[in-house]
């Protein structure tokens, strides 16, 4: 079987499914599912285990906070700022990572406008 160039194999597309009474279904038996699942992490389902702490405890996902850091007359300058401000501790490593980086992209758009003259 061939297939000419800019014509779908497929050109009724995927079937609908109709999903309208799927709800109804899993509402009717969500309870004894999730039994079945509590059960299986208290004899030790690794995986069952990790879906119930996954919905109970869920990821934290990190808040930037706000950090203040003298801005300098140059930007190497803010850059020593933000690396003195870093190893003293007073900002975050990963913070200070992400405003290194944001300076490294500054200084490249710098370079290129200057370039572009």
């Known amino acids: 079987m061939s297939f000419k160039k800019g014509q779908s194999g497929n050109p009724s597309g995927r079937p609908k499914q109709d999903t309208a009474n799927l709800k109804p279904l899993l509402a009717q038996h969500g ?25 109970l405890y869920p990821a934290m996902k990190s808040q ?30 990963d913070i200070g990572a992400a405003l290194i980086t944001a300076l490294s992209n500054q200084a490249k758009l710098v370079e290129f406008t200057e370039l572009s003259l």
């Open 64 to 93: 930037a906070m706000p950090v203040h850091i003298p801005v300098g007359d140059t930007l190497p300058e803010t850059g020593n700022n933000i690396v003195s401000e870093t190893m003293t501790g007073n900002v975050p490593p």
């Open 31 to 55: 309870e004894s599912v999730l039994q079945k699942v509590i059960d299986a992490a208290l004899e030790g389902d690794l995986t069952a285990c990790k879906l119930v702490l996954d919905r």
